[in-house]
């Protein structure tokens, strides 16, 4: 630490920082605009600007640019000065001059960091009256909506979108004072973040299309601190909601996950809690067609289903821990389903096991930025985890960052370490069938089907551990490729092996962790990320159940006469006449979800589930870090949280107890909040004692009160009801949350991290009030931390764990056969997930379905695959170079004929009219 003065005053900080940040962590107000706590300093909008003093005699000191500055020990500062406000109120007159004063229409008014800068810069009047420079706008896509004149050139949405993000499809064009921020021509923005520049951006020149298409002001909107449902990254959100419908998602800081950065998919996918599926009231089918009833009839329906025999139940890897646990306390251990195949299931139970057992570290998003070896084996992480990948990208700065130390650089100083680090090659090694977005900054990029890419792991490893198991039949290049890969990663201090299920591979998995555990002997950082599928598939790993196959069993023998289905859509998981035979083996079908699935119409009894956004819950990430969402909405009567509607169907069982059709459990009936679900599910499955920690219960109060939902701002309730009645009505209110609903109640910076709704402080009013909110810029916040993990790095405990009893079966190599092919399933960031596709944005990004194989297969406009249970399928054909032969790759779920897992077929031109195949 060191000292510096500040207008007199007496202030510590780090000593790797700049002044603009000494400054901002002293809780002095200093306007900027191009500095940015993830994209270092450029030093281009002049707007920090500070008087220095070299020492008490000095009374002139000179004018510097903080963010350009090196905070120093015994350093004079003078924010003060007069002259130094002088000059800030110039810069920011001179910036103002183009741009069109148009708050009272801009969707940034309210929140809009130029206007905080304005402010605080003291610029109030309007001097220049002469003809403004005018740009024409881009379509830039569903995403994002352009308006170039309100821009002030502080260039940090093309640092973040080429340097940081990796896209190389917007650009700053132009010369002089007349600069173009854009793309060459018309088009969407390619890349898997361009949704950030929502927030990066400091004016409204990049801001939220689907938001702008309903007119709402940002003070009227009602926040709550939620988890991306997307993914299981777990990254942190914020939900903002009007009239109870959600508006928009914003990216909520968390030091160890997400940070300042959200993907498109997890910000813009959200539009399915809004969509024309949504199911708002209770079914039953009758005369085979679903009929609306009042949830008393759905209740005494129900009683009279469970007459008919046991009670099963399947619930998802999309449902929060509080569901899944209600379901299971409701038909017991022995008839509750993970609602996952076998292969599925086995794959994240030996994730869990494996993070579980390793020995070194399980790294945080934030922690992988600093790895300095990267082995991405079998996983395209760009579209299964894309924040993960992202943190990847990051890491592979590791190298330009220590050639910048040895050049005394610091590294917050960006333009100067990228120009250092230019050439210097990144430690990144990706082992996959497929291309990826990272190909472009790895030092190797080997292209491998899943076993022969997890036959390079086990050789891998074995190079690191001479007592691992050896791979028979390796090519020579392969053995080369592996002795390499070895090499970097055993000289690292901190190497990252990835990989995951994308393929459904335990090979692929038990190799990166077996790599990850030879590297542990060098170093007790050598970390292990396994990317799961789902949002709570880490939390279904970690609880158990029977397979989908066992249930299907049971269903075949007679032994169920009721099957609850809780948000599952069984269509992505099991073949259509597996489908048929469950429907026709169960007498009664009772789902519980928000969106209408292809079951629905099938089913004897729908009852409408809340979403992530009007419900409280926990899921558990990839990492194992237990996270709760909160409401921001309240939807209508009868829609309520899945284990509430699991509770009723408790209690409308029969009273006598024991019988196959009421095996429910006795807590089940007495819950009362969503707290006391918590409680039981750490007494019954002690994995999951800690969840409780995972934020502040329901009875937490600040200052004696609730916490607000809304800012202060706030219209008020009858201006938002207006359109209904100005009749004041009391704001609704949820037994299960901490929050009020209305901009009544407490709020403060060092409010517990989990529950912070928005960020807003004093002159800060957009997401800029970040800093306020921080221990340091860039480090955790002043409540504390949001989630807690159930397992994490490395320990004393972690280091003495012995070795896996028997050894992987390593499989045989690969061989092309004349007449098919192996079929991969294809991720997708839009198009492959399954909530999201019905956001409309989303929806427009989703490519059509096709059919990629290698450069070497004849080109056929079109051509048609033969799935197993599906029958043939036909699709336009592309090359893609660099696919293996004997590949080829579909995207799963957005075809008739959908698959999990990668298969043998048939594959076969399409015959030409009057021709058969």
């Given at each position: 630490m060191i000292t510096f003065q500040l207008d007199g005053q007496s202030c510590s900080t780090r000593a790797d920082i700049n002044l603009l940040q000494a400054c901002l962590e002293a809780g002095a107000n200093l306007p900027y605009f191009c500095w940015h706590p993830e994209l270092g300093s450029v030093g281009a909008c002049r707007q920090c600007a500070v008087k220095q003093f070299s020492g008490p005699e000095d009374k002139t000191g000179r004018i510097v640019m903080a963010c350009m500055t090196p905070a120093t020990e015994g350093a004079l500062i003078s924010i003060d000065d007069a002259e130094a406000k002088e000059f800030r109120e110039g810069v920011i007159e001179w910036m103002m001059v183009n741009h069109p004063h148009d708050c009272p229409v801009c969707p940034e008014g309210g929140e809009c960091h130029l206007q905080d800068m304005t402010v605080m810069a003291g610029h109030n009047t309007r001097r220049y009256r002469f003809t403004k420079r005018t740009h024409r706008n881009q379509d830039l896509g569903p995403f994002?909506?352009?308006?170039?004149?309100?821009?002030?050139?502080?260039?940090?949405?093309?640092?973040?979108?080429?340097?940081?993000?990796?896209?190389?499809?917007?650009?700053?064009?132009?010369?002089?004072?007349?600069?173009?921020?854009?793309?060459?021509?018309?088009?969407?923005?390619?890349?898997?973040?361009?949704?950030?520049?929502?927030?990066?951006?400091?004016?409204?020149?990049?801001?939220?299309?689907?938001?702008?298409?309903?007119?709402?002001?940002?003070?009227?909107?009602?926040?709550?601190?939620?988890?991306?449902?997307?993914?299981?990254?777990?990254?942190?959100?914020?939900?903002?909601?009007?009239?109870?419908?959600?508006?928009?998602?914003?990216?909520?800081?968390?030091?160890?996950?997400?940070?300042?950065?959200?993907?498109?998919?997890?910000?813009?996918?959200?539009?399915?809690?809004?969509?024309?599926?949504?199911?708002?009231?209770?079914?039953?089918?009758?005369?085979?067609?679903?009929?609306?009833?009042?949830?008393?009839?759905?209740?005494?329906?129900?009683?009279?289903?469970?007459?008919?025999?046991?009670?099963?139940?399947?619930?998802?890897?999309?449902?929060?821990?509080?569901?899944?646990?209600?379901?299971?306390?409701?038909?017991?251990?022995?008839?509750?389903?993970?609602?996952?195949?076998?292969?599925?299931?086995?794959?994240?139970?030996?994730?869990?096991?494996?993070?579980?057992?390793?020995?070194?570290?399980?790294?945080?998003?934030?922690?992988?930025?600093?790895?300095?070896?990267?082995?991405?084996?079998?996983?395209?992480?760009?579209?299964?985890?894309?924040?993960?990948?992202?943190?990847?990208?990051?890491?592979?700065?590791?190298?330009?960052?220590?050639?910048?130390?040895?050049?005394?650089?610091?590294?917050?100083m960006d333009a100067a370490v990228r120009t250092i680090g230019s050439e210097t090659l990144s430690s990144l090694f990706i082992v996959s069938p497929a291309p990826?977005?990272?190909?472009?900054?790895?030092?190797?990029?080997?292209?491998?089907?899943?076993?022969?890419?997890?036959?390079?792991?086990?050789?891998?490893?074995?190079?690191?551990?001479?007592?691992?198991?050896?791979?028979?039949?390796?090519?020579?290049?392969?053995?080369?490729?592996?002795?390499?890969?070895?090499?970097?990663?055993?000289?690292?201090?901190?190497?990252?092996?990835?990989?995951?299920?994308?393929?459904?591979?335990?090979?692929?998995?038990?190799?990166?962790?077996?790599?990850?555990?030879?590297?542990?002997?060098?170093?007790?950082?050598?970390?292990?990320?396994?990317?799961?599928?789902?949002?709570?598939?880490?939390?279904?790993?970690?609880?158990?159940?029977?397979?989908?196959?066992?249930?299907?069993?049971?269903?075949?023998?007679?032994?169920?006469?009721?099957?609850?289905?809780?948000?599952?859509?069984?269509?992505?998981?099991?073949?259509?006449?597996?489908?048929?035979?469950?429907?026709?083996?169960?007498?009664?079908?009772?789902?519980?979800?928000?969106?209408?699935?292809?079951?629905?119409?099938?089913?004897?009894?729908?009852?409408?589930?809340?979403?992530?956004?009007?419900?409280?819950?926990?899921?558990?990430?990839?990492?194992?870090?237990?996270?709760?969402?909160?409401?921001?909405?309240?939807?209508?009567?009868?829609?309520?949280?899945?284990?509430?509607?699991?509770?009723?169907?408790?209690?409308?069982?029969?009273?006598?107890?024991?019988?196959?059709?009421?095996?429910?459990?006795?807590?089940?009936?007495?819950?009362?909040?969503?707290?006391?679900?918590?409680?039981?599910?750490g007494k019954e499955l002690p994995v999951f004692a800690k969840i409780i920690n995972a934020a502040p219960d329901a009875s937490y109060r600040l200052n004696g009160q609730k916490l607000r939902s809304q800012t202060y701002r706030a219209s008020g309730r009858t201006v938002i009801r207006s359109y209904i009645s100005v009749r004041d009505q009391p704001p609704p209110t949820n037994p299960d949350t901490p929050f009020s609903s209305s901009m009544e109640g407490a709020y403060r910076t060092d409010m517990p991290a989990a529950l912070v709704p928005h960020l807003h402080a004093p002159a800060w009013n957009s997401v800029q009030a970040l800093n306020r909110f921080q221990q340091g810029i860039g480090g955790p916040l002043r409540g504390g931390e949001a989630g807690i993990r159930l397992f994490s790095s490395a320990t004393a405990e972690g280091k003495d764990r012995v070795q896996p009893s028997s050894a992987p079966d390593i499989p045989p190599p690969f061989i092309p056969q004349p007449d098919t092919v192996l079929l991969l399933p294809e991720a997708r960031l839009f198009g492959g997930e399954e909530l999201s596709m019905f956001s409309p944005p989303v929806a427009a990004r989703a490519p059509p379905p096709d059919l990629r194989l290698p450069t070497s297969a004849a080109l056929q406009p079109r051509m048609t695959l033969h799935l197993k249970g599906y029958g043939p399928e036909t699709l336009p054909m592309r090359h893609l170079a660099g696919l293996p032969d004997g590949v080829a790759l579909c995207p799963p779920h957005m075809v008739a004929g959908a698959f999990r897992f990668p298969q043998i077929v048939r594959l076969t031109p399409d015959p030409a009219e009057g021709e058969e195949t």
């Open positions: 994002i909506k352009h308006e170039m004149n309100r821009c002030i050139a502080c260039y940090r949405c093309v640092r973040f979108y080429r340097d940081y993000a990796g896209g190389d499809d917007l650009a700053v064009l132009g010369a002089h004072d007349n600069v173009y921020f854009g793309r060459a021509e018309d088009g969407t923005l390619e890349n898997a973040f361009s949704g950030n520049l929502v927030e990066l951006c400091p004016t409204g020149v990049f801001t939220d299309k689907p938001f702008s298409e309903t007119y709402t002001r940002k003070w009227d909107l009602r926040g709550a601190p939620s988890v991306c449902v997307h993914c299981a990254v777990g990254c942190n959100t914020f939900v903002n909601a009007r009239e109870e419908k959600v508006r928009r998602l914003l990216n909520r800081y968390n030091d160890e996950v997400n940070r300042y950065v959200l993907c498109d998919r997890g910000r813009f996918g959200h539009g399915f809690v809004n969509a024309a599926s949504r199911l708002n009231t209770p079914l039953c089918l009758s005369d085979e067609q679903p009929t609306p009833v009042p949830t008393q009839a759905a209740m005494a329906q129900f009683a009279r289903m469970a007459a008919s025999g046991p009670i099963a139940g399947i619930t998802s890897s999309r449902a929060s821990l509080e569901t899944c646990f209600s379901l299971r306390s409701l038909v017991g251990p022995d008839l509750f389903s993970t609602g996952q195949t076998q292969q599925e299931q086995t794959c994240t139970e030996l994730a869990y096991a494996l993070l579980r057992d390793h020995p070194g570290a399980i790294p945080t998003l934030h922690e992988m930025e600093s790895a300095d070896a990267v082995l991405i084996l079998g996983e395209d992480a760009s579209t299964t985890a894309p924040r993960l990948a992202l943190a990847v990208r990051q890491s592979g700065r590791q190298n330009a960052f220590l050639a910048a130390d040895a050049a005394k650089v610091p590294r917050w990826t977005d990272l190909d472009g900054i790895a030092r190797d990029a080997i292209r491998a089907v899943p076993d022969n890419a997890a036959r390079l792991g086990f050789a891998i490893w074995h190079e690191l551990d001479p007592t691992a198991p050896t791979v028979p039949d390796l090519k020579e290049t392969e053995a080369e490729q592996a002795n390499r890969i070895a090499t970097v990663l055993a000289a690292a201090k901190k190497p990252l092996v990835v990989s995951g299920m994308q393929y459904g591979s335990i090979a692929l998995m038990q190799a990166a962790a077996g790599i990850a555990r030879a590297l542990t002997r060098n170093t007790s950082e050598a970390g292990l990320s396994l990317v799961l599928p789902d949002c709570n598939s880490m939390g279904l790993a970690m609880m158990g159940g029977a397979p989908l196959e066992t249930i299907m069993a049971r269903a075949k023998a007679g032994a169920i006469g009721t099957l609850i289905i809780i948000e599952n859509d069984l269509t992505r998981r099991l073949d259509p006449p597996e489908i048929v035979d469950l429907l026709e083996a169960v007498p009664n079908i009772v789902l519980i979800d928000h969106t209408a699935t292809p079951l629905w119409q099938n089913a004897n009894l729908v009852l409408p589930a809340a979403t992530f956004s009007e419900d409280t819950g926990t899921l558990i990430s990839q990492e194992g870090r237990a996270q709760r969402f909160f409401p921001a909405v309240f939807p209508p009567a009868p829609i309520q949280a899945s284990w509430r509607w699991v509770q009723d169907l408790a209690r409308a069982l029969p009273s006598k107890q024991g019988t196959p059709a009421s095996p429910a459990s006795t807590n089940l009936s007495e819950w009362k909040n969503l707290d006391e679900v918590i409680a039981d599910l």
